[in-house]
């Protein structure tokens, strides 16, 4: 049974980061750190559920002592409300008022207790925003979120999901909790915000091997927000990423989202859309068609391109959709689609041209290399294979690039027939160490 929307999103946040993907999981392991704390050890997935929809404000004493010894943080880092206490008003200021801004400053210490990118400084001022948003038009606030969303995503590239997600889910929090209050001109901003954020969620998640349903949710976030901000292409954008995000195995629902991205009731911007046309004939490939089909609709893919204009400054989470979708990813990812319909030669020398250029981030170029790898190996280049793969394993290994390191993995599979080689037989157990950390 899929998980319900979580309404506080900082508790899945600490939960995932220690690697609890599921309710069930998280609820196995709060049993057995309650035995070890002689504490009560029964607890339900209905009361995960509760705690992570935020019905369930406050903890009783025994289940915060549990809490706090699993996560070594207080309960409002954890997205949990305390019991109200009579308090002082300050002169002028209304019950509501007060409410207000103990909401902010509540959605805030949970961020700065989990956001390893934003400095100190950078969270007073995003706090003083959000409760001056109060009153103003909030574009101080927008901007602060715009500039840490980016700032996230920029980590992600060098430093790897595990890293950026925490602070993408806290800043997401954030963005929900100002919307419900925000002035409608501001809230519709802070939605689109939101959606931009959401997808970079799903993304995150599904680099981490977060379960299918977690990147759902997110993909459903994005799209709903979208939605209710009128933004078609962002919609289109996000059946994108749901293509790119959907197994090998299922290539028939691959081609039918990467279809309904370019051909449904919105328009994709000319980048995204040369994206998406490319996501279309790996599908094709999938499906089995063959590699004519699939240049066919490769050759639009470039025509589409060829319509963008030219991208200026560099490319942000929160910038025009898909704006760093250039010539040379089209044509590096095109090697995946004739890999993928049995080109291997043809895979083969368009990564080999492509790959010697300086354009990729570090995490763009462990994935297309160790695609490399297995392009190399299916064309019968075990040795080739194993270089290629181990420079992909040093660009992906540190950071725990999810969907590299998965690749590496086909690779290792691909190339179990030549495993007394040296290079290969070096390359599989450099990978088998890192599973095993």
Not at 32 to 50: G, H, P
Not at 116 to 139: E, Y
Not at 184 to 211: C, F, I, K
Request: with cysteine; charged share 25%.
């Amino acid at each position: 049974m899929p998980e319900q929307a979580a309404a506080n999103w900082r508790f899945v946040a600490a939960r995932t980061k220690r690697g609890w993907h599921t309710q069930q999981d998280f609820a196995a392991a709060y049993e057995d750190r309650a035995r070890e704390l002689r504490e009560q050890a029964r607890i339900s997935v209905r009361q995960v559920r509760r705690w992570e929809s935020g019905r369930s404000t406050w903890p009783n004493r025994d289940a915060r002592r549990v809490l706090e010894a699993m996560f070594d943080c207080p309960m409002e880092n954890l997205g949990f409300r305390r019991p109200a206490r009579p308090t002082g008003r300050r002169p002028g200021e209304s019950g509501r008022q007060v409410e207000e801004h103990d909401v902010y400053r509540r959605t805030f210490l949970g961020l700065a207790g989990m956001a390893p990118v934003l400095n100190l400084a950078d969270l007073g001022r995003l706090t003083a925003a959000a409760h001056n948003a109060q009153r103003h038009s909030g574009p101080e606030l927008l901007d602060h979120l715009r500039a840490a969303l980016d700032e996230t995503a920029r980590r992600d590239g060098q430093a790897g999901p595990h890293e950026a997600l925490p602070t993408a889910l806290g800043l997401l929090t954030a963005i929900d909790s100002a919307a419900r209050t925000a002035a409608p001109e501001v809230r519709r901003e802070l939605l689109v915000l939101g959606a931009r954020g959401a997808e970079l969620a799903a993304w995150l998640h599904r680099d981490t091997y977060a379960p299918a349903q977690v990147v759902a949710f997110w993909h459903h976030q994005a799209k709903e927000w979208a939605t209710f901000t009128g933004d078609g292409a962002m919609h289109a954008y996000v059946l994108l990423r749901q293509a790119q995000a959907t197994e090998r195995t299922d290539a028939a629902r691959m081609l039918d989202l990467s279809r309904a991205a370019t051909e449904g009731p919105w328009t994709l911007p000319p980048r995204p859309r040369a994206e998406a046309l490319q996501q279309q004939a790996r599908a094709l490939a999938l499906t089995g068609a063959g590699a004519e089909q699939v240049a066919r609709v490769l050759d639009q893919a470039h025509v589409a391109l060829d319509e963008a204009a030219a991208s200026h400054g560099p490319v942000t989470c929160t910038g025009p959709l898909g704006d760093g979708y250039t010539r040379e990813r089209l044509l590096v990812q095109s090697a995946i689609c004739y890999r993928e319909a049995g080109e291997n030669e043809r895979a083969v020398s368009i990564f080999g041209e492509q790959l010697t250029t300086r354009v990729f981030a570090r995490r763009d170029r462990a994935f297309f290399t160790a695609h490399y790898s297995g392009a190399l190996a299916a064309a019968g280049e075990p040795d080739a294979a194993a270089a290629a793969a181990l420079q992909a394993l040093t660009l992906a290994a540190g950071a725990r690039f999810g969907q590299a390191l998965a690749e590496l993995r086909r690779t290792r599979d691909d190339l179990a027939p030549y495993a007394r080689r040296p290079a290969v037989r070096e390359f599989r157990r450099r990978l088998g160490e890192l599973a095993v950390v």
